[in-house]
Each structure stands twice: as structure tokens, then as C-alpha cells.
């Protein structure tokens, strides 16, 4: 493999294994060199776990920032680095250096059959190489040379531009590439929908409406720039270039949906322009009042580019405050790399890298007065949001305090984030503990406070559930709503045995819902990392934490499943390819993130001996020499199997939380589960605060 710009691995494809649980081929040689790769258990593989694990705790202790936090790239796809040279090109603001260097870095990203995959030795995806050839175009790219070729060729057999999904092909029907009458139409009197009524905005989860929203503006406008060249070469038939799709039966949701969709578009001819005026000054208003104080939308790239086009097209000048702001926050969103390349993170997780981080240090023997801990705690601590966001339309009454994902998301803490904090600063010893007391107590009473009615967690909306937002034809993009998760749920219950309330009947309905929730193979679905080893791994360790024993039948199946898992090399991998192909299942090379995970469920669950020596054995051959791992696999999920993440901080901060408890042991934080509700560090108070009526608006731009 070749080494890209930043150090990681080239984008080539590693060898599928072919048995169903990772290990060898029937036949293959014991002598074999996967499974030689890594050390065999010994006497010294304790010793060995320690010299590892002080590599990468001093690794990791390097990399803080002087304000206390942590935060790892996190990549996606050449997706981001397209649709942004695309926004400049709208907005008429691409640079020859911008434009050069994303160019440069899409062309890196390229695999050797000239298509584009969304996550690292994945299968070719047709919108990504739609996306990344006309960015390649853009940049003066010949149409005849032999990389653009490669990628024509395999669009037009995949079926070409109307075979797309519909954010691309909006990309492309804004400059008149695509025509706006052949897309979904969502007209932007969705604002006026109430909640409660099916497809109101709320209705979506909340990366979703935040999209939506500004889209529907563009949908309205429907702009259409000159394009600075043709893209004939992409439709699979030149003289039908926007074929139409027949509609499903109309009593299907399908074919109700698409016949929906045509009367929309009459209405776009014909809208009540009173209504229409009035519903995208409301629209216009929702999107300021969720301008975050960086100037980003949701920390997340999509509704930050389309409120972007939608305000530019309701007349916010490029000089205006908002515009400005805007546009600055993908400046901090770009990574330039030491070759001069220049690619666009989808998000920035500082929260949660520091979180993992300080769990990390702390279970890996670092005293609990650390400095680097106390810095981290107070930045944590200036995190936290105690002002309500969007999650307070379904619950008014609950009072605030939580912590987001990124540096600046206010109207959107999330579930899994605020258990972590709270995890990590229940580790850590702190010179103004009620400082630190009075954020867990918030933190856990808003937690509790926003399990959905079937006793699980989502990341961060309740009971955002409903099928249809779904069924929409516009919503072809990835997961647009906000179910109860496995992973989340887990790390709640987690937590929450960590503050002394295991006993709480909330928490036993959670455990309830996890039991319930397990395969018949023993394993747990992944929301939020990949996939099926993510979910055990974070489901065990909160099943024991919450006071199951080690020998219950659900931890005995999964532990069963995890050595069934196991690669031959002693490591755990699993390709993101078990979100579309259940066979997947627990099959991958073996990568440090999922090994740590693997080896955090097995020492939750008491294991000892070859199977657990083994996979530390695997982290402490494949770490580098500076005391991280080397690892190019995707193993964090945005939308399972539609948008995959690399957390580059993973590979360290969980590796180095496992070495620390195979060697420590599991930190025992919450001192079991007391009458009174108090935790091992002292009173947490029996009960929470009692909930407050939100009295501040929903609207009006916020910062800490």
C-alpha cells in the first residue's frame, strides 16, 4: 500500500476474507502469515501490555491541546471536498489555490478502477464519483484523460447521473445540469406544520430538519448558475438523458409518496403566494436562530452549506453577518496536509474525543489529579449547555444540561456525549468538586429525563421514530430520523450504575430494552461505530456495570460470539460492508479501535486467558513506533452504511482504555448500587432537581 499526504494508508482494497468468522481458510496453512502476525500468549504478555500502553498514554497525553481538550481529523468522503468547491463556485468565491489543492486531494482518494468509495477500501458509490469527477472537471481536469475516464465509464454502466441520489443531483440541478422539475419537491410550507402532525419538521431527526429546512428554500428558488461546462458524458443515454421513473403501486407508501410528490409540483407552479412569502421568511428566521456561535449549522457540514444557498437566495449578501460567519466556520472545518493537499471534515467531535480521552488516561493507571485531567475537566465543564435547544419541542418541562458533539452546537447536546462526559469527570479529582458535582447532577437529571417511552435512548431527539420521513422520495440520503440505539442506550445505563442509581426503575427498563435488543447471535447492532463489535463492545461492559453477572446467558452469548469473531492475527475487525450484507458480521481486518472495543466487553465480562492475551498480544505488535496505531479503516458511522466516519483518535483512545483495564482492572466508580443514591466519590444527592419550564424562546441566537 502507498502512504497518502497525511500519513494514511492509499485507497486500494484489502483482500475480503472469506470465512464467516474472520479466521482462516479451511486448508490454510497454522504457518500462515496472518496467523503468524501477531505474538502468541506468554508469561510476558502482561509486561508487554504495559510498555504498549505507556507508549500510548504518553502519545496520547502529547497531543492535548493547551486549552484541555482533544480532537482527531475526522474523514469521510471526497463528497465534502466536492459539494464545497461546488458552494463556491454558486456563490461565485472559488479560489485557484482552494480549487488546486481539493483537487488535489480528490485525486488522491481516487481507486485504481477510477471511482470514489465513501469509506476506505469500500466498494465504488456512484453519487461519490459523480460528485468528485465534476469537482475534478471544475478544476480543469480533461474530460479525456485516462483517471476521468475511468470514472465516466462506471458511471454511465451504473446507470448514470438520473441514477444518483438526490442531494447530488440537487447539486448538479443548480447549474442547470439536472432539471428541478424531475427532483423531489419539499415545498417550504412544511414550516407550518404543527407538532404531532405527521412530516413536520420535528418529525425528523435532527440533522435531517436541519437540512430540510434551508432546502426547501432552494427548492422554492430553484436557481440554476451557468454551468462553465457540459456533463454528457455522464448520462447512460445521451438522447434520454432524464429518464422517467415509473411510479410503484399506489397502495404502497412508495407509490402514495410519489403521486404526493406530483401534486407538490403543481403547486410550485401555483403556490398562495402570501403563504409562500410568509413561509420562507419563517423559514429564513428558523435557520438564523440556529446559527451556532462558531457560524456553523448543527456542526455538521450539509445544513451548513445548504442554509448558506438558501440565505444567499432570500438576500443575504456575502458581507452580512450571518454569511460571514458561515463561510469562516469552514475554514476551521479544512485540513491542509503537508503536501499541500486540502480536504473538509464533515464535523469536529472535540467533546467526544475529550471525553474518550480522559476515560482513556484514567483507567489507564494516570492519577486522578493529573494536570492534563484537571485542564480537561475545566474545559468540559465550560461546555456543558444549560440553555434548551430543539430536543425541549418534545420535552418542555425538562431542564437543561448537557453536552454537544463539536465545539460550538448548543441547540443540539447530545445523549451519548453527555454519558461520556459524565463517565470521564466522575474519573477525576478535581479541585472544586461541587463545581464538578453540580454539571453531573445536570447532566445525569437531563439524561434520565430524555429515554423514549420504550425505556431506550436515542442520540438526540425522544421518540423520534415515525417510518415515514423515510418513505419520503426525498429523503434517499441516509437515516433522517433518530431512533433508540443499542450503543447510546448502553452508554447511559453505563453511567448511570456509575452515579449509584443501577436500581433506578428507568435504568432496569433500559437493561430490559438491551436484553431484548440482542441478536440471536449474541451480538448487538451498532449505531453509531462499526458495527456489530461496536455494539457488543459498549453493550457488555453497561450490562455488568449495571449489575448483571458475568455468568448471564445474554453475556455468555456474547462473549461467545466475540472468540467465534476473532481473526486469526488475535485482532477483531468488521468492514462496514455488515450494514448492507449481514454476513459481515464481525468480518474485517483487524484494527486497533475494534480490538480495544472486543477486549472491553471480554474484561467486563471476567475473561481471561488466550482469546483476551491474544488480542492484546495484536495491539502491542501492529502499535507504531511513536505509540499509536496505523489505522486507514473506517470504524465510526454517521448513517449506517450511507455515511461512514474515521475517527482518527479512536485508534489510540480505546486501545489505551483496554490495556489500561486488562491491566487494572475495571474502574468500580459508582460503589455499587446504594439505598441512597449516592455514588463512591460521596453524596450525588438522592434526588434530581425538579424540572423547570423552559421560559426562554426556542428562538434567538444563543451562545455559552
Known sequence: MTATADGRLGPQYEAEPTAESGTADEGESPESESAQAGPQPGPDVRALAAETLERATAHLLGLQDAEGWWKGNLETNVTMDAEDLLLRQFLEIRTEEQTRATA???????????????????????????EAYVALKLAGDDPEAPHMRRAAAYVRQSGGIAATRVFTRIWLALFGWWPWDRLPELPPEVIFLPRGFPLNIYSFGCWARQTIVPLTVVSAHRPVRPAPFALDELHADPADPYPARPFAAPYTWDGLFERLDRVLHLYHRMPVRPVRRMALSQAAKWIVDRQEA????????????????????????LDHPVMEAGLAAFERFTVHTDEGHRWIEACQSPVWDTCLAVVALADAGLAKDHPALVKATDWM??????????????????????????????????????????????????????????????????????Q????????FDVDNTSSLPNKLPFCDFGEVVDPPSADVTAHVVE?????????????????????????????WFGRWGTNYIYGVGSVVPALVAAGLPASHSAVRRAVDWLEQHQNADGGWGEDMRSYSDRSWAGRGTSTASQTAWALMALLAAGETGEVVDRGVGWLAATQLPEGTWDEPEFTGTGFPWDFSINYNLYRLVFPVTALGRYLHGTPELGGGVPADGQSARGPLTAELPPPARLLPSLTGRRSR
Open 104 to 130: 488535489d486531494w480528490i485525486r488522491s482518494q481516487q481507486q485504481p478502477d477510477g471511482t470514489w468509495a465513501t469509506f476506505y477500501g469500500g466498494p465504488a458509490e456512484l453519487s461519490t464519483t459523480v
Open 495 to 523: 453511567m448511570l450504575a456509575a452515579v449509584g442509581r443501577a436500581a433506578d426503575p428507568r435504568v432496569r427498563r433500559g437493561v430490559d430494552w438491551l436484553l431484548r435488543e440482542q441478536e440471536e447471535d449474541g451480538s
Open 381 to 450: 465543564l465550560g461546555e456543558e449547555i444549560t440553555s434548551p435547544g430543539d430536543w425541549a419541542v418534545q420535552r418542555p418541562d425538562l431542564s437543561p444540561g448537557g453536552w454537544a458533539f463539536e465545539f460550538e452546537n448548543d441547540n443540539y447536546p447530545d445523549v451519548d456525549d453527555t454519558a461520556e462526559v459524565v463517565l470521564a469527570l466522575r474519573r477525576v479529582e478535581h479541585p472544586e468538586p461541587e463545581r464538578v458535582d453540580g454539571a453531573v447532577r445536570r447532566g445525569v437529571g437531563w439524561t434520565m429525563g430524555m
Open 294 to 317: 462558531d457560524g456553523c449549522w448543527g456542526g455538521i457540514q450539509p445544513p451548513a452549506v445548504y442554509s448558506l444557498i438558501a440565505l444567499h437566495l432570500l438576500g443575504y449578501p
Open 452 to 459: 423514549s417511552k420504550n425505556g431506550a435512548w436515542a442520540a
